[in-house]
T-cell receptor
Framework: NAGVTQTPKFQVLKTGQSMTLQCAQD?????MSWYRQDPGMGLRLIHY???????DQGEVPNGYNVSRSTTEDFPLRLLSAAPSQTSVYFC?????????????FGEGSRLTVL | DAKTTQPPSMDCAEGRAANLPCNHS???????VYWYRQIHSQGPQYIIH???NNETNEMASLIITEDRKSSTLILPHATLRDTAVYYC?????????????FGKGTKLTVNP
């Protein structure tokens, strides 16, 4: 099993550009989520999904869109990148059904917006 | 409002037990205590969780006080690879990511 796979690992964007961070898991997990982590801070939840076709906003959703068309994939779209979105992004998944708190994280995608 | 309080940093000698404390005085009856760690630049890693009984797995032991207002994560024989930020989180397992709030954690440094 590959676990949670994030691509790309590094990305540089110019202000106003759009892009999609990809996240895939091969563990048949119901829950998937996206976090961002800024220097010296904890992780902040952007969006999450409790199953295919269902998404909801987390703590810091503005400027990001998500969709969950399959169980395996949960892409994060930046609509118009801003320097404030420079961060490390982590995707996570979990089984749900009483084990929702046992998250498996990807290795992160490091985004710089100039 | 922070649900947990952890010391910002701790040191431990290699080979000794690392005991990481966490206060969660407002924990409610259906909330579990979760521990994660994040080694520099990597994604966080789930360690262990518990409700009221002590728990042990291949990575660590979790000791929860009888009143459930505090807990301690124990790494029995710390190695240099255990140097990381350790997060203590309280959450109901009825929720997933939306219920797990990662604070700033404790930075554990294991010294040779």
């Amino acid at each position: 099993n590959a676990g949670v796979t994030q691509t790309p690992k590094f990305q540089v964007l110019k202000t106003g550009q759009s892009m999609t961070l990809q996240c895939a898991q091969d563990m048949n997990h119901e829950y998937m989520s996206w976090y961002r982590q800024d220097p010296g801070m904890g992780l902040r939840l952007i969006h999450y999904s409790v199953g295919a076709g269902i998404t909801d906003q987390g703590e810091v959703p503005n400027g990001y869109n998500v969709s969950r068309s399959t169980t395996e994939d949960f892409p994060l779209r930046l609509l118009s990148a801003a320097p404030s979105q420079t961060s490390v992004y982590f995707c996570a998944s979990s089984l749900g059904s009483g084990r929702a708190g046992e998250l498996f994280f990807g290795e992160g995608s490091r985004l710089t917006v100039l | 409002d922070a649900k947990t309080t952890q010391p910002p940093s701790m040191d431990c000698a290699e080979g000794r037990a690392a005991n990481l404390p966490c206060n969660h005085s407002t924990i409610s009856g259906n909330e579990y205590v979760y521990w994660y760690r994040q080694i520099h630049s990597q994604g966080p890693q789930y360690i262990i969780h518990g409700l009221k009984n002590n728990e042990t797995n291949e990575m660590a032991s979790l000791i929860i006080t009888e009143d459930r207002k505090s807990s301690t994560l124990i790494l029995p024989h710390a190695t240099l690879r255990d140097t990381a930020v350790y997060y203590c989180i309280v959450s109901s397992t009825q929720g997933g990511s939306e219920k797990l709030v990662f604070g700033k954690g404790t930075k554990l440094t294991v010294n040779p």
